[in-house]
T-cell receptor
Framework: AQRVTQPEKLLSVFKGAPVELKCNYS??????LFWYVQYSRQRLQLLLR??SRESIKGFTADLNKGETSFHLKKPFAQEEDSAMYYC???????????????FGKGTKLSVIP | NAGVTQTPKFQVLKTGQSMTLQCAQD?????MYWYRQDPGMGLRLIYY???????DKGEVPNGYNVSRLNKREFSLRLESAAPSQTSVYFC????????????FGSGTRLTVV
């Protein structure tokens, strides 16, 4: 079974402060990890994929297989970063031939001006 | 390029009424998904369709049915709505074999009174 844990429901930081949104996962194989962002009352948007090792909007995330973590980081928070962030895991093809994502419960990031 | 389109955006139902949520994607994706989003619960998979002609249950399928009408369209039906089905419903699609994550629709906010 695959599981994603985001231990913080709410994270408040001041503008300009560093941000770290935690994500831990449980999966026996080689997972693919994603971060999604949802701005107020909007659709979920893909922010990062671990496999692409990219930086989007100043955010980065490193997959740590030893600690089974995929924390999202940004050195200097901006007010426009305020949103709901979801970590998601894909364990590869399901038996029916699709990629299924398991989502964490989300962390609401609030950046205080 | 519209991506994933959901209709309606808002709906209020009385207990026992039925309705169908519509979803269409124009990205030629093979797989489509229905999730519900509830506060503190994150996103939970209701049903998915790995490819045209196939559908499978997800984590919370009770009270719902789906139809993969063609490659573009995947509908979700509530036969007899209950207050517990008050939620925001998201449709998503993905391609394979590359796993680039999901593209989400803008959601349907459903209230059952």
């Amino acid at each position: 079974a695959q599981r994603v844990t985001q231990p913080e429901k709410l994270l408040s930081v001041f503008k300009g402060a560093p941000v770290e949104l935690k994500c831990n996962y449980s999966y026996s194989g080689s997972p693919e990890l994603f971060w999604y962002v949802q701005y107020s009352r909007q659709r979920l948007q893909l922010l990062l994929r671990h496999i692409s090792r990219e930086s989007i909007k100043g955010f980065t995330a490193d997959l740590n297989k030893g600690e089974t973590s995929f924390h999202l980081k940004k050195p200097f928070a901006q007010e426009e970063d305020s949103a709901m962030y979801y970590c998601a895991l894909s364990g590869g093809y399901s038996g029916a031939g699709s990629y299924q994502l398991t989502f964490g419960k989300g962390t609401k990031l609030s950046v205080i001006p | 390029n519209a991506g994933v389109t959901q209709t309606p955006k808002f709906q209020v139902l009385k207990t026992g009424q039925s309705m169908t949520l519509q979803c269409a994607q124009d990205m030629n994706h093979n797989s489509m998904y229905w999730y519900r989003q509830d506060p503190g619960m994150g996103l939970r998979l209701i049903y998915y369709s790995a490819s045209e002609g196939t559908t499978d249950k997800g984590e919370v399928p009770n009270g719902y049915n789906v139809s993969r009408l063609n490659k573009r369209e995947f509908s979700l039906r509530l036969e007899s709505a209950a207050p517990s089905q008050t939620s925001v419903y998201f449709c998503a699609s993905s391609e394979r074999p590359q796993n680039y994550g999901y593209t989400f629709g803008s959601g349907t906010r459903l209230t059952v009174v």
